[in-house]
């Protein structure tokens, strides 16, 4: 998997929606699992969700469940993470991850993005 990119991080009142997106390079987009995780500081790299190669299978993290949805456009080379009902303890800096489990975990991930921060304000 070549260059990820996210975009659409940003500033959010609780309880609002936010958009990110994370735009591939290379031609193996669609062979690839592709997910989000976040870190906040202090915290460790927590796990959001992920969308196996066909899009059939979403997998998402406890503390996100019913409030995040993730999606995959393989024509595109795109995944997008819809976030709704946004809380404070969603601050974090999110990462675009491409790897080869599903549902993705850390150590099979084999690109990063470089992260795109979202702060919520209560």
């Known amino acids: 998997q070549g260059q990820l990119v996210e975009s659409g991080g940003g500033l959010v009142q609780a309880g609002g929606s936010l958009r990110l997106s994370c735009a591939a390079s290379?031609?193996?987009?669609?062979?690839?699992?592709m997910g989000w995780f976040r870190q906040a500081p202090g915290k460790e790299r927590e796990f959001v969700a992920s969308?196996?190669?066909?899009?059939?299978?979403?997998y998402y993290g406890d503390s996100v469940k019913g409030r995040f949805t993730i999606s995959r456009d393989n024509a595109k080379s795109t995944v997008t993470l819809h976030m709704n009902s946004v809380e404070p303890e969603d601050t974090a800096n999110y990462y675009c991850?491409?790897?080869?489990?599903?549902?993705?975990?850390?150590?099979?991930?084999?690109?990063w993005g470089q992260g795109t921060q979202v702060t919520v304000s209560s």
């Open positions: 991850a491409a790897g080869t489990n599903s549902p993705l975990v850390g150590n099979t991930v084999v690109s």
């Open positions: 290379g031609s193996a987009f669609s062979r690839y699992t």
């Open positions: 969308i196996n190669w066909s899009g059939s299978r979403p």
